[in-house]
């Protein structure tokens, strides 16, 4: 699973990670440890991410299987013209084994920078 870091002040890390079994169940916006990723003393948040054949992650969307929805506007659509709905298929908002890269935002910040850590590996 990659993992994509975004900071505080705008950047973003993108980490390879094999062992998912911690990430596995949790949802959009809830917040975990960054020991995963090799970020002792971090704090990072899910803000998203898509699976292995490219489907968003909804937060709206309970689960974390795959489903064809009628969508208005959001994440998995682009707004053409107004008033336009398309059925378009997206992922749940809980993390699986199918997903491919997870999104991430930084909450607490560590005792070092972000790319001092993922670095060093």
């Known amino acids: 699973m990659q993992i994509t870091v975004g900071t505080q002040d705008g950047e973003t890390f993108q980490k390879e990670i094999e062992e998912t079994s911690q990430l596995v169940g949790k949802k959009i916006g809830e917040t975990f440890e960054g020991g995963v990723l090799g970020l002792d003393g971090y704090k990072l948040e899910v803000t998203g991410g898509s699976d292995k054949q490219g489907f968003p992650m909804k937060k709206s ?51 070092k920078p972000v790319e001092e850590l993922l670095e060093e590996e």
């Open 61 to 111: 969307m309970e689960g974390a299987e795959r489903r064809k929805v009628l969508l208005k506007e959001g994440t998995g659509i682009r707004e053409d013209v107004d008033g336009v709905r398309k059925r378009k298929s997206v992922r749940g908002d809980t993390v699986s084994q199918e997903i491919q890269q997870l999104n991430t935002k930084v909450v607490e910040a560590g005792d």
